[in-house]
């Protein structure tokens, strides 16, 4: 089965740092990726996905970037945070043979 | 462009009462439909899905859903709720092509009073 590795768990950034989560996927091989974000008082938004090792696709203008530099990594970026980067990041795959999909455990991004 | 659509943002319920929860879908072609749940401080986890065949689904601890093509409707439901399912709970679906993108509802959370 797919396990989806996130970290860091907790992150407090200062306005203007730049940033970098890393998501890494086991037991899959050129799985579809995908970040989400969860603003406080919002849903799951959708932020970029990758098909394939260089592939990103962004669905919302924003300050974020996202790099797939192999297979099964996927690292979310920022030059310059801003405060309303503040949120909870979720990393996922789908789970081409059921169609469901596996997220990861999250990071919790306070821009201060 | 697909959305999902949560029409209860926040819902308060005593144990034992009967829980609907509201989900429409812009789509007019095949969907693949889905309810997490997300309780405090844990992972998402999926609830159940509809893919084809019978429009009434039933998932885990309890949970179901009806899918309702002419309404573009996919409705959360559990006769008897508990204080444990206090939690956030999402409608998605997945759009179309090989993308496979979960589209998610603004969420609904809620809560049960023992």
């Known amino acids: 089965s797919q396990t989806i590795h996130q970290w860091p768990a907790t992150l407090v950034q200062p306005v203007g740092s730049p940033l970098s989560l890393e998501c890494t996927v086991e037991?899959?091989?050129?799985?579809?990726l995908y970040w989400y974000r969860q603003a406080a008082g919002r849903g799951l938004q959708l932020l970029f996905y990758?098909?394939?090792?260089?592939?990103i696709s962004s669905e919302v203008p924003q300050n974020l970037s996202a790099s797939r530099p192999q297979d099964r990594q996927f690292i979310l970026s920022s030059k310059k945070l801003l405060l309303s980067d503040s949120g909870f990041y979720l990393c996922?795959?789908?789970?081409?043979?059921?169609?469901?999909?596996?997220f990861g455990s999250g990071t919790r991004l306070t821009v201060v | 462009a697909q959305s999902v659509s949560q029409h209860n943002h926040h819902v308060i319920l005593s144990e034992a009462a009967s829980l609907e929860l509201g989900c429409n879908y812009s789509?007019?072609?095949?969907?693949?439909l889905f309810w997490y749940v997300q309780y405090p401080g844990q992972h998402l986890q999926l609830l159940l899905k509809?893919?084809?065949?019978?429009?009434l689904v039933k998932g885990i601890k309890g949970f179901e859903a009806e899918f309702i093509k002419s309404k573009f409707s996919f409705n959360l439901r559990k006769p008897s709720v508990q204080w444990s399912d206090t939690a956030e709970y999402f409608c998605?679906?997945?759009?179309?092509?090989?993308?496979?993108?979960?589209?998610f509802g603004q969420g609904t959370t809620l809560q049960v009073k023992p």
């Open positions: 990758s098909v394939g090792i260089g592939q």
């Open positions: 998605a679906v997945i759009s179309s092509g090989n993308t496979g993108k979960l589209i």
């Open positions: 996922a795959t789908r789970d081409m043979i059921n169609y469901g999909y596996t």
């Open positions: 037991g899959t091989s050129n799985p579809n």
């Open positions: 789509y007019g072609g095949t969907v693949n």
């Open positions: 509809y893919f084809s065949g019978d429009p």
